[in-house]
Structures are given as structure tokens and as C-alpha cells.
């Protein structure tokens, strides 16, 4: 969820065919890569 002030900036999509891949482990695991990148974006430009 975004407050009234964010904005959303890019959206990551992932698709499986294999039934249960993204359990709540690997969604954690994404979702932290996907704030590393975002933090080191911000940090280089």
C-alpha cells in the first residue's frame, strides 16, 4: 500500500508454472532484492 504521498515508480512482475513457488520465503527473498535495488538506484543517480 502506498500512502497519499508515494508514488509508485516501477512495478516487478513474476509468474511460475510451478504450483506454491512464491510461499511466503521467496516472496520475502524478492521482495528484499527488489528494495536493495530500489535503495541502490536512489543511492547512485
Same mark, same amino acid.
Given at each position: 500500500?502506498? %500512502?497519499?504521498? #508515494?508514488?509508485?515508480?516501477?512495478?516487478?512482475?513474476?509468474? %511460475?508454472?510451478?504450483?506454491?513457488?512464491?510461499?511466503?520465503?521467496? #516472496?520475502?527473498? /524478492?521482495?528484499?532484492?527488489?528494495?536493495?535495488?530500489?535503495?541502490?538506484? /536512489?543511492?547512485?543517480?
Amino acid at each position: 500500500m502506498l %500512502s497519499p504521498m #508515494q508514488v509508485a515508480l516501477a512495478v516487478v512482475s513474476l509468474d %511460475s508454472s510451478i504450483p506454491g513457488f512464491f510461499s511466503p520465503e521467496i #516472496q520475502d527473498v /524478492v521482495l528484499g532484492c527488489c528494495r536493495g535495488v530500489a535503495t541502490y538506484i /536512489v543511492e547512485a543517480y
